[in-house]
DNA sequence: TCGCATATTTAGTTGCGTCTAATTTATGTT
DNA sequence: AACATAAATTAGACGCAACTAAATATGCGA
């Protein structure tokens, strides 16, 4: 049975991996800890035979540690579902509550959710949900950023989950499922000008553009 | 902010208060912990404001510890609420859950709750569920122990919440809501002689009729 | 009212998870 | 290849919440 410290710790190493490596200051910063703190977390980890590490040559999951973390990760995207779909959260207030309920203990609590959400497959924020053996269906999303001029896309997901950024989608109707075709790129900055479902044009900056996906 | 620890504390004081005196051995017990560790929590949460506590001579809620233990309550039982009768867990089950439930913090996440749940008066115990303003309806509750013979009666709450005896009244069709008749009472151990609404006609304990509860 | 059993509190220790400060390792620049 | 800088680790300390053991208060029975 793992703490919560231990738990925070397996997923964001994690997550970190999906992206390529996972430091400790990045994982330091993730938790809003200091990095000797993570070292330590990270020497219990391997000792509980969730990591490989070894000092100073950096850190992976074994496959015990990436079930619990794939596990938590399915946890999260679940209650995060829950939250939206039944309880009327927004989408951008629901990543701090789940945060704790991704630490509740009960794996028939888990399952009775997933029976409950109809075994959905993408949380609100587009994520895949891991299934029930852990199987977590690997989508190739793109960023609106890379697309054509002309082209036309379906926001799939989001490469940013801050609250700002989440809000700002929604004021714009830039949520998961929502049409948009690239009119213009600014050759300067790189921003883009899309016509959105609703015949608006709007301008987006490239770091935005970035951040909305499509599959 | 209180922290588990300390929420755990409060709550203890406020169930058993509610039978008498919180003493610091009945806190322990409830616990599972030991008394020494319990007089310091007493003395952290009475300098926080939550405790009257005087060394030797007791302890009692303040204003706000009581505010505070009544919206654990309702956390607790909202959260039991839901997991029987959404997500289809047994009134057996659902205690250590919503054990653990009941300490997330989200203001937000009950409120919400308990719209989804349609604002619900009682718990699948039948226990009172306190109103968003903290105000819990005192329900007087009456023994089936205590009925005359040849009574007829609803079982409308339970006043021991083991797993074992919450099976046991499932089994034999006890459960909340159930109609019952008090045949007779053995006059040696008090045991009772009771015909259920499906007609069958089963003996009780006294300890079990004292924990079957009527309105 | 005294003395003793019991309940409670205090004192001192432990494990966990964090911190800061000091040290060690890795790396990239010249 | 040597060294400066950045990254990571180790050492030592702290707060929290638990423990055991020792001390102290309460209150009941003789």
Redesign the pocket.
């Known amino acids: 049975m793992l703490?919560?410290?231990?738990e925070?710790?397996l997923k964001a190493v994690h997550r970190l991996l999906e992206d390529g490596i996972a430091?400790?200051?990045?994982i330091?910063e993730r938790?809003?800890?200091?990095?000797?703190?993570?070292?330590?977390?990270?020497?219990?980890l391997t000792e509980k035979g969730l990591l490989n590490?070894q000092?100073?040559?950096?850190v992976t999951l074994t496959r015990k540690g990436r079930e619990q973390a794939v596990a938590l990760v399915r946890k999260h995207r679940l209650w995060e579902t829950f939250l939206v779909e039944r309880l009327g959260f927004g989408w951008d207030e629901v990543h701090e509550v789940a945060e704790q309920l991704e630490h509740i203990q009960s794996s028939k609590l888990v399952d009775k959710l997933d029976d409950f959400l109809g075994h959905p497959s993408f949380d609100p924020h587009g994520d895949p949900i891991p299934g029930r053996n852990g199987a977590l269906k690997v989508v190739h999303f793109k960023a609106l950023a890379a697309l054509a001029v002309g082209a036309k896309a379906t926001v799939a997901a989001v490469g940013e989950h801050s609250r700002d950024f989440l809000r700002f989608l929604s004021e714009q109707e830039l949520g998961i499922g929502a049409k948009l075709q690239v009119l213009g790129r600014n050759a300067f900055d790189g921003s883009l000008s899309v016509k959105t479902g609703d015949g608006r044009t709007i301008q987006l900056s490239h770091a935005t553009a970035e951040h909305i996906l499509i599959r």
Do not use: C, F, I, W
């Open positions: 703490t919560r410290a231990e925070d710790h430091s400790t200051n990045a330091a938790l809003n800890t200091k990095a000797s703190s993570v070292t330590v977390m990270l020497q219990k590490y000092p100073y040559k950096g």
